[in-house]
Every structure is written in structure tokens, then in C-alpha cells.
């Protein structure tokens, strides 16, 4: 152990050797620059078990010691004497005090004098902001662009604990098992189609919404008719894209194609590469989808779906964006504020064949919320574990077949 003079234990439990969250968090601390002694080990003794750690953490400097207890909270690691919050006033909107909390997505705690208030929508990458309305005092997290000059910022690590997600106990993951595992792509397609499904079910059960990610492979796989009937059977309550997806949909509602592609034949048409600017412009004309729906201009697809049913979805653009259609946000501020409004009341996230929109999403997500990524491409939900979206699993397959698979076992035609 070093003779840095700034020192504080943590406790982590939990199945700490088979995950590797031990190994993380030592790790963790040597990369920050900190040492650590293991001053207790209780490991469990029969397979499903959990271990209990006790480690103490050491830094040179009291700002080197709270930056390493803030980032082993991200593997459930709290102080076992957390104390009690310490908030500081923003200094100018749009900054945090220079040793704000950050945050993790993790259920997050702060002990304010001697109680503990439960943050709202946890959400990483944030910064805590304390209020007080009618006496009740409540705790938020808010993005750095949001905060206001004098709000409350939550500073240091003291007085804040985080929570795992609950966990089946071993051996007892057989009714969504597939999540045993982060990508899976040799594992019995239609099994796993099932376990989804059935998962959806349950969410619907219990009251909560259903949000999906989506990109224009949707479109292009031909698979809009599959997901037209997820949404009139009322298994998307929420949809993210950006404008791509929307546009490509149209195109193809409005002209049968898909890239100038006829989703029919599989072959191209003569000026089909006019036929999505040609979509755009229509819906433009229209002053948006759901007039362009209300006005009988767009009488199919899954952007007409979405409306008919009355659900709402948030299309967010981004420099490639050709047009763009008049619903998206060209301002990604206020598509991030758009998407963290829908949150509320969702309990299963579904991304489809999207790396960009599924990473953003994943990033305001709490970690409670279980994440299934659908992709061809490896990498996407790779990306979204790099990135902090621990509960993300991922499916590795051809998202048409994904899709009408899925659609065949929630809405049989």
C-alpha cells in the first residue's frame, strides 16, 4: 500500500469473480492513479451465491481520491461511509462546479442531512441538480447544457450510492436466457424471438411502454410491413430515428421504392434516385407527416402507422441529412431534450439495425431498463457496452428476418 494521505473503503457485492467486476475495479483505481488493499473478501460458496468485497482506496490527492470513487460506482462500488452530500451553485448556465458529481446510469441515492432522496431518470454523463418545490426536496439529473446559473450541483462523491439492477438468481435466467450472454449469433434465432416476445408481453402487462430505435435497414430489408404490424398491434409505443428512416419509409409508401430501389422487383427505376428528395418535398408541402396523413397525401408505411395510432416518435437529423422531412430536429440539443422527455413509462428498449441513434439512446437510458440491440453488424452493440450501456445484449442477424419473425409470434396476420 502507498503513504498517499487521502484514503476511503468501498463495498461492492454481487457475483464479483465469474463477471469481472472485481478485476474492473481495481483496475480502475491503478489507471487513476490511486492504490488499493483488499481488506476483506467473503466469497460465495455455492454457484449461486454473491461475494462481498471490502476494499480500501488510497490517492495523493483528495481530487484524485473522489475521481476514483466516483468511477467505481459505475460497477456498484459505494463508499461504506458515504457521509452526507456536499452541493455547490452553477457558476453560469451551461457549467457544473469544477468537482461535480458525474454520473452513472445506475439507480443513484444522495443523502441529504440525514435522508436518502432517489434520483429522477438516472441518466450518465449527467450532473445532480437539487430543488425544492412545496417542500419536497427532490434530486435530478441534468446535461451540462441544461443546468442554470445557481442551481444546486451535487459536488464530490460524498453522499452518494448507486444500485445495481436486480438480478436473477444463478441458474435461473431460462425465461429471458439469452441475455447470459452480450451478443449472441449462433444461439437458436427463433428461441430467442420468443424470449423477446414474450418479454414485450410482460412489459405491456404491467402497464409500461415499449420504445424502438430504428434505422432505414427497416426499410430497405423490407421489413416496414413487419413493423406496421408490431405497431397497430400495439408493441411500439415510442419511436427514435432520424431521418433516414422516416424518409425511406415514405419514399417507399409514396413510390414503391427504397433508394430509387423498387422494393417489389429488387431492381432500380428510371429517376427512382429523385424518388427520396421527392418524398421529402411532399411531406414539406404537406407542413408535416401527420398532416401529410391527416390529409390523405400519406396512406401507408410505418411513419402513417405510428400516426394513425397515436404514438408519438422523435426523428433527430444530422449533417448527411438530405431535406430534411419538417418533423426532425435539426438542433441536437433539442432532439436529446425530445428523447429524454419520452422516457417516462418505458420498460424494454428495442434498437433495430442502427449504430448512431442506438448509442444516443443508450446514453439517456437508466441501466434498468433491459436494452436488446438487433443488428448484422457486430460492432453496433459493442459499441453500446464501450459506452457505458452495460445492460445492452445484442442479436446478431438480418433484420428483416428479425422483424417478420418477431411480428409473426405478437401479430399474427
Known amino acids: 500500500m502507498s503513504t498517499a494521505a487521502h484514503s476511503a473503503t468501498v463495498t461492492v457485492t454481487g457475483h464479483l469473480m465469474d463477471t469481472g467486476i472485481l478485476a474492473r475495479i481495481l483496475d480502475d483505481v491503478l489507471e487513476y492513479g490511486g492504490d488499493y488493499r483488499i481488506e476483506d473478501l467473503d466469497l460465495g460458496r455455492e454457484h449461486e451465491d454473491e461475494s462481498r468485497a471490502l476494499i480500501a482506496i488510497r490517492a495523493d490527492e483528495a481530487e484524485r481520491l473522489e475521481r476514483i470513487l466516483m468511477r467505481v460506482q459505475i460497477h456498484g462500488a459505494n463508499a461504506v461511509d458515504p457521509g452526507t452530500a456536499t452541493t455547490r451553485p452553477a457558476p453560469a448556465d451551461?457549467?457544473?462546479?469544477?468537482?461535480?458529481?458525474?454520473?452513472?446510469?445506475?439507480?443513484?441515492?444522495?443523502?441529504?442531512?440525514?435522508?436518502?432522496?432517489r434520483v429522477q431518470q438516472p441518466e450518465m454523463d449527467c450532473g445532480l441538480v437539487v430543488t425544492e418545490d412545496g417542500g419536497r426536496v427532490t434530486v435530478r439529473t441534468v446535461p451540462v447544457?441544461?443546468?442554470?446559473?445557481?442551481?444546486?450541483?451535487?459536488?464530490?462523491?460524498?453522499?452518494?450510492?448507486?444500485?445495481?439492477?436486480?438480478?436473477?438468481?444463478?441458474?435461473?435466467?431460462?425465461?429471458?436466457?439469452?441475455?447470459?450472454?452480450?451478443?449472441?449469433?449462433?444461439?437458436p434465432q427463433a428461441l430467442l424471438v420468443r424470449q423477446i416476445a414474450e418479454r414485450m408481453r410482460e412489459v405491456k402487462a404491467a402497464g409500461r411502454r415499449i420504445l424502438w430505435v430504428g434505422g432505414p435497414a427497416v426499410v430497405h430489408t423490407g421489413a416496414s410491413p413487419a413493423m406496421v404490424r408490431l405497431v397497430r398491434a400495439g408493441y411500439v409505443d415510442v419511436l427514435f430515428a432520424g431521418n433516414a428512416l422516416a424518409t425511406h419509409d415514405i419514399e417507399s409508401a409514396l413510390f414503391g421504392t427504397s433508394l430509387g430501389v423498387d422494393l417489389a422487383k429488387g431492381s432500380g427505376v428510371p429517376h427512382g434516385h429523385e424518388h427520396h428528395i421527392r418524398a421529402i418535398?411532399?411531406?414539406?408541402?404537406?407542413?408535416?407527416?401527420?398532416?401529410?396523413?391527416?390529409?390523405?397525401?400519406?396512406?401507408?408505411?410505418?411513419?402513417?402507422?405510428?400516426?394513425?395510432?397515436?404514438?408519438?416518435f422523435v426523428l433527430v437529423g444530422s449533417v448527411r441529412d438530405d431535406g430534411p422531412l419538417p418533423d426532425v430536429y435539426t438542433d441536437v440539443i433539442e432532439g436529446q431534450r425530445a428523447m429524454r422527455a419520452q422516457l417516462p413509462g418505458v420498460g424494454f428498449a428495442i434498437m433495430v439495425a442502427t449504430m448512431l441513434h442506438s448509442i444516443a439512446t443508450g446514453n439517456i437510458l437508466p441501466a434498468s431498463i433491459p436494452l436488446v440491440s438487433v443488428d448484422i453488424n457486430p460492432a453496433t452493440v459493442t459499441k453500446l457496452a464501450d459506452r457505458g450501456s452495460a445492460q445492452a445484449m445484442g442479436i446478431i442477424t438480418d433484420i428483416g428476418l428479425f422483424l417478420e419473425q418477431l411480428a409473426r409470434e405478437l401479430a399474427p396476420e
Open 94 to 117: 451551461g457549467v457544473f462546479p469544477d468537482d461535480f458529481y458525474s454520473t452513472t446510469n445506475l439507480e443513484t441515492l444522495v443523502r441529504l442531512d440525514r435522508d436518502w432522496i
Open 281 to 312: 418535398n411532399t411531406i414539406r408541402a404537406a407542413g408535416s407527416i401527420r398532416a401529410a396523413v391527416e390529409k390523405g397525401v400519406l396512406t401507408g408505411g410505418v411513419m402513417h402507422a405510428m400516426v394513425q395510432a397515436g404514438k408519438p
Open 145 to 187: 447544457s441544461d443546468v442554470k446559473a445557481g442551481d444546486a450541483v451535487v459536488c464530490g462523491a460524498h453522499g452518494v450510492r448507486v444500485e445495481l439492477p436486480p438480478q436473477a438468481p444463478r441458474g435461473e435466467e431460462d425465461d429471458f436466457g439469452f441475455m447470459s450472454s452480450a451478443v449472441s449469433s449462433e444461439k
